[in-house]
């Protein structure tokens, strides 16, 4: 009797009818139903959630129920979505975080001027300054429009993801990216480091500050834009002096450096060069994945995973995850059961077994404890 309300009380709390039928008229529409094939649900089963509005560390959907939200859009949202004035960071004194006016209130301002110039604005300038300055081999950027865009070049090179969040959340062997370093260097081919997905993200240098090496071309997006398409490539300027106009190969974009994109993109690093914020991330991120580790293990499952900074991920995996081939080997039928038992209790993962999950400054230690309690609730059913 019992489990039967806690059923129906469940369904009720996790009802996702509107969602569902507007998935499908949008399956008409666009291919697939999404409009990027990382928000459909294959590899977990059911259909994707259609959102409503996200702020802080929640998202709510259009029928309603409200999740915890460990994509951050896929990264950007790293101080927390729709940034405003009435919310303070938790873990600053008030007054360090009213020193950053927040990311709605400098777009409010930046509107007014208009949404695009196709013309120099000021304001490139300014995240130029602060990336180069943040990112120490890059000594010229080329603003772009996004993360595809910027890793998009014709040279010979080895590009990688220093971090892996793209076969689900991979740290680098000690060493591996030394060798990789010395292996371009002896074959004069240029080392890219696509920080797409990490800069900004696990330090505010980024992986090169993280891992004190210098690679010749970075690319960088979602963070830098706040939440605004963009992206950004850079590096030694005699390199970026091969650009056009400034040199021969030709690069143009409509809406490069736009006026929003760069507001939106300002805000957030000033809000993350404040003092404490990667302390904070690292704090929250690794309770949140020591507790899951710990409860998947109390109930008896094999998972494996890990963390840095802001990005973390785990494996349903009897072995230690070093390369795609060890991630291969998790068993996503088990994920997929886990993924939609945590979506019924209100947290939101990335719908795949191979993708990393982000925490925000704006992840509190009760939000993280509701999740591990709802992760421990959910591995007593696997
Ligand atoms: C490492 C990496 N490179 C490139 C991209 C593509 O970036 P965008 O989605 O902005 O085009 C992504 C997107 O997640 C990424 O994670």
New binding site residues.
Partial sequence: MERTWIGLIKFWKHHTSISKREIQVMEELTPGGVNSPVRAFKSVGGQPIIMDSVMGCRMRDIDGNEYIDYVGS?GPAIIGHADDESRQNPFLPVSASKLTMSVLAALAETMKKGTSFGAPCLLENVLAEMVISAVPSIEMVRFVN???EA?MGEVAALIL?PVV??SGFIAPKPDFLNALHNITKENDAFLIF?K??TGFRLSYGGAQEYFSITPDLTTI??IIGGGFPV?AYGGRREIMEMVAPAGPMYQAGTLGGNPLAMTAGIQTLKRLKEPGSYDNLNKITSELILGILDAGKKAGHAIRGGYVSGMFGFFFNEVPVYNFGDAKKSDTSKFASFYRGMLEEGVYFAPSQFEAGFTSLTHTFEDIQQTIAAAEKVFRQL
Wanted: charged share 20%; aromatic share 8%.
């Fill in positions: 896929w996004s993360g595809t890793c993801e969040g793209n696509d797409v997905m997006a979602k992206g």
